[in-house]
């Protein structure tokens, strides 16, 4: 498998439906970007949550960008199960995000995802940045929607055990569902450490549909 480095980037953008769909899709990539890019730029929107989960949503965005140069994180109150049907206002919200940002890099849901919120969001995405690098995640769920993504970012073990850590610690009202175990996040990473042959054996995966290369 042939690697290759990004170049230096300043401003990156991590889009996620619902509150902690960032941390679960990316979380382990979002903290290696800002290690790998002093001075890196951050914005976060996630566009659904509560008062409860608004709180733990603050919390962790917190924790996951303290390394960041700059960092903005936005929390809106979109009806969860609902995007489909809110579409005309989060595309007015998409608008203002390129309006005041341009970032280099996007992360955001898979196209193909089944829950019907991570597939407006993407395809808001891919609708309103056009110039950018844009990376699809990935999220385990019932819907065994996992399929074949074919970027990789190896993570070192330390920046998993970061990432796990973080979600396990910031969402207490998640705790109780039967999806959301340690294992869960590690056995993701693992499987897609060893589809990529990482050193440490661990990865995140992402969708990627449009990269140029110029050699």
């Given amino acids: 498998m042939i690697s290759l480095q990004l170049p230096a980037i300043d401003r990156l953008l991590v889009l996620g439906a619902h509150c902690d769909d960032v941390e679960i ?16 730029e951050v914005r976060w929107v996630t566009f659904s ?8 949503t603050s919390r962790s965005a917190e924790a996951f960008l303290a390394g960041a140069g700059v ?27 390129a309006q005041a940002y341009r970032p280099d890099v ?20 891919w609708n309103t940045f056009r110039n950018q690098l844009v990376l699809e995640y990935e999220i385990p769920k019932w819907d065994g929607d996992l399929g074949q993504p074919n970027v990789y970012v190896p993570l070192t073990e330390a920046v998993c055990r970061r990432k796990i850590a973080n979600l396990m610690e910031f969402y207490g009202s998640q705790r109780s569902r039967d999806w959301f175990t340690e294992d869960l996040f590690w056995g993701l990473m693992r499987i897609r450490g060893v589809e990529c042959r990482s050193a440490s054996g661990f990865a995140e995966a992402f969708y990627g549909y449009k990269v140029s290369i110029e050699g």
């Fill in 25 to 40: 899709g990316c979380g382990g990539t979002l903290l290696h970007l800002i290690e790998r890019h002093p001075g890196l």
């Fill in 49 to 56: 949550s509560n008062r409860e989960r608004r709180e733990e």
């Fill in 71 to 97: 960092r903005h994180y936005d929390i809106h109150e979109y009806r969860d199960g609902y995007f489909p049907w809110s579409g005309d206002a989060i595309k007015d919200r998409f608008e203002e995000i």
């Fill in 106 to 125: 996007v992360l955001t849901h898979h196209r193909d995802d089944r829950h019907q919120d991570h597939r407006t969001v993407a395809g808001l995405t």
